[in-house]
C-alpha cells in the first residue's frame, strides 16, 4: 500500500517562503509522477505543480508560476514544494498525490493515491 505523508504546513506571513515536504512510502517512488494540490476555503481543489518521475518535467500552475518550485529525491522517497513570496490567497490545505506513472498529469482524476494535506496559512 502506498502511503503519503506531507509536512511543513504554518502559519506564516505575506512575502515568507515555505517548503512542504511529501514522503511516500510502499510502491515504486521513481516510476511516479507526483503532484502537489490546495484546497482553499470555499473554493474547489486545484493542482498547483507536478513533476515526472526522474523529475525531468515539470508544470505549474498560473498562479504559483516563478513563485514555487516542485522538485523530488528518489532516493530519499520525497517530493518537495518550495513555495516563495506567499500571499493571503496562498492560504489552503495542501496535498500530495501520486500518479502510478512517470509521466507528468495534471487532472486529479488521473491521481491514485493521495495524502491527508498539510495546513498553510499566509497571513497579510
Known amino acids: 500500500q502506498v502511503q503519503l505523508v506531507e509536512s511543513g504546513g504554518r502559519s506564516v506571513e505575506a512575502g515568507d517562503s515555505l517548503r512542504l515536504s511529501c514522503a511516500v512510502s510502499?510502491?515504486?517512488?521513481?516510476?511516479?509522477?507526483m503532484g502537489w494540490f490546495r484546497r482553499a476555503p470555499g473554493k474547489e481543489r486545484e493542482i498547483v505543480a507536478a513533476?515526472?518521475?526522474?523529475?525531468?518535467?515539470?508544470w505549474y500552475g498560473d498562479s504559483v508560476k516563478g513563485r514555487f518550485i516542485i522538485s523530488r529525491d528518489n532516493a530519499k522517497s520525497t517530493v518537495y514544494l518550495q513555495m516563495t513570496s506567499l500571499k493571503p490567497e496562498d492560504t489552503a490545505v495542501y496535498y500530495c498525490?501520486?500518479?502510478?506513472?512517470?509521466?507528468?498529469?495534471?487532472?486529479?482524476?488521473?491521481?491514485?493515491?493521495w495524502g491527508q494535506g498539510t495546513q498553510v496559512t499566509v497571513s497579510s
Open positions: 513533476i515526472s518521475g526522474a523529475g525531468g518535467s515539470t
Open positions: 510502499g510502491g515504486t517512488f521513481s516510476s511516479y509522477s
Open positions: 498525490a501520486a500518479h502510478t506513472r512517470p509521466r507528468v498529469v495534471v487532472t486529479s482524476w488521473e491521481y491514485d493515491y
